[in-house]
């Protein structure tokens, strides 16, 4: 069994609500509705007081410039210095996409582990200590795997990295450097990410993107904030995110809402995109066919880091892509 440490003082969750049947539920390390089994996401107080553009650039840049938008009340303790990397514009790639102009968000300068997963890491680990756990831990094929170790590491808190039996060496060690516990699991990704659920209920550990993943997926939308916020405060035209669990799409879409219902950024929503490996496409035959559920398959590709057979989110991603696409353009939809 896990111990429970001293919770940082001022620092609160938000209690969550079921994204299926509205079910409101008190702070806690939970992720599943006790009435219908859907996903529980944070809630905010609509009452609360936003900061303004020009008090959002007097902040630090970090993605906890925009902590009115993520789920705690009071100040956060952890991983401080996460988030706020550079859009760089990519002039040659616009017009071999047929575009006007063409950035990409480079995520792999984020602090500390040079990775997306710092900022659902940082939102989650936040969470761990507000709740008293001293163990957090994550099913990863890679990258997740180190922004744990890592922010657990300096955060002085015991980790458990649990990972296919298959996965790299290399991206082994890359996780083993900061001490924390790693557990070869027999199966892909899907098959460690059970064990990880039943971990979590067993010893209370908190497991990022399992019993945290409410609080984890919610350090996503600062990826949104940033991108709004470097292009002048404008939304952009169009979005494409890679699809693992289907999350990112989602909190992409969640974050433009939430800046625009804000008063903060100008133009219209963004067209969402989603991209998959042609081994490993659920989300993406769940788009093209327009199907009601994700049919699971199992994972063949090198893209390992995408390599998610039943993803979690499939059908909140479905939905977040079709809003704004035609069925024009979801004809000529492919698998990447």
């Known amino acids: 069994m896990t111990t429970s440490v001293a919770a940082p003082l001022g620092l609160r969750p938000r209690p969550q609500v079921c994204r299926a049947c509205g079910a409101l539920h008190a702070p806690a390390p939970i ?3 006790e009435q ?3 996903p529980l996401d ?6 609360r007081v936003t900061p303004t553009r020009d008090a959002i650039a007097a902040r630090p840049w970090s993605l906890w ?3 009115e938008w993520l789920p705690f009340d009071g100040e956060p303790v952890l991983s401080l210095d996460t988030g706020g990397t550079p859009l760089v514009e990519a002039p040659r790639l616009a017009p071999l996409l047929g575009v006007a102009r063409v950035w990409v968000k ?3 300068v ?3 582990s040079l990775s997306f997963k710092d900022r659902v890491v940082a939102t989650a680990i936040n969470a ?3 709740f008293g756990l001293d163990t957090i831990g994550c099913a990863s094929t890679g990258n997740l795997a180190n922004a744990v170790a890592a922010q657990a590491a300096r955060a002085g808190l015991k980790a458990w990295i649990f990972i296919p039996e298959d996965l790299e060496a290399a991206k082994i060690v890359g996780t083993a450097v900061y001490g924390a516990r790693l557990v070869r699991v027999r199966g892909h990704y899907d098959d460690v990410n059970r064990l990880c659920a039943q971990v979590a209920d067993l010893f209370g550990w908190g497991i990022v993107n399992v019993n945290l993943r409410g609080y984890y997926g919610e350090g996503s939308k600062t990826m949104a904030f940033e991108i709004a916020e470097q292009l002048g405060w404008r939304l952009p035209t169009a979005v494409v995110a890679p699809m693992a669990g289907g999350s990112l799409v989602t909190k992409l879409r969640k974050g433009f809402r939430e800046f625009a219902a ?3 950024v100008s133009g219209g929503a963004p067209r969402m995109f989603g991209a998959q490996a042609s081994g490993c496409a659920p989300i993406v035959r769940l788009v093209r066919e327009d199907a009601d559920a994700v049919e699971p398959v199992v994972p063949h590709t090198i893209a390992r880091s995408i390599a998610i057979g039943n993803p979690a989110d499939g059908l909140f991603a479905k939905r977040a892509i079709l809003e704004r696409l035609s069925r024009h353009a979801l004809r000529k939809c492919a698998l990447w």
């Open 31 to 33: 992720a599943v509705c």
């Open 36 to 38: 219908c089994l859907g």
């Open 42 to 47: 944070p809630v905010f107080d609509a009452a």
């Open 65 to 67: 410039r925009y902590r």
């Open 106 to 108: 480079n995520d792999a």
């Open 110 to 112: 984020s602090h500390p």
């Open 128 to 130: 761990a200590a507000a």
């Open 262 to 264: 804000a008063g903060l």
